[in-house]
């Protein structure tokens, strides 16, 4: 069975859980997926080949940050010679542009006092992911003068 990326949240507080995002075929390098897991907006990234997820919530006034552009940094050291750092590796909120790390959830403009969540996310092979053997609950069927009937 092909693996598949799996976000997990947990705290202090609260059960670890686990939830099955997408098979990782689904979601190649600089794509995005956003999903709600128990009544939460999350964007799980692959940037790199490595899985990052991020509340769906950017902290300034709300916006969905998985309708933001992805991109890098612009750095200067002079005027007229600008390098494109990190590619692929932060996102632009869509309302106001602030920027934050996928990898961390920091903004770049305020990194000391401003982040979105971000929330734990693997690779799991199927079989780990999958456990089983399942049993399927099973109810006796009969025909009657042409009518299927079912018990439960």
């Known amino acids: 069975m092909p693996g598949g990326a799996v976000i997990s949240r947990g705290g202090a507080n609260s059960a670890m859980s686990r939830h099955v995002v997408a098979a990782v075929r689904d979601l190649p390098a600089g794509a995005r997926k956003a999903l709600t897991v128990n009544g939460r907006p999350i964007v799980v ?5 490595a899985f990052y997820g991020l509340l769906d ?3 300034h006034q709300g916006a969905n940050l998985s309708k933001g552009i992805i991109g890098g940094l612009a750095h200067g050291e002079e005027p007229g010679k600008i390098r ?3 590619p692929g590796e932060f996102l632009r909120c ?3 542009g602030w920027e934050f790390d996928i990898r961390t959830g920091q903004s770049w403009c305020d990194p000391d006092r401003v982040r979105t969540r971000i929330f734990r ?3 799991a092979s ?3 992911v999958v456990k089983g053997p399942y ?3 099973t109810f006796p069927v009969t025909v009657e003068d042409d009518y299927v009937v079912i018990e439960v």
């Open 57 to 59: 919530r950017c902290p």
């Open 84 to 86: 494109y750092l990190r």
């Open 135 to 137: 049993v399927a609950e």
């Open 45 to 49: 990234f692959n940037v790199h080949g």
């Open 121 to 123: 996310v693997e690779v």
């Open 126 to 128: 199927g079989d780990k």
């Open 94 to 96: 869509p309302w106001h």
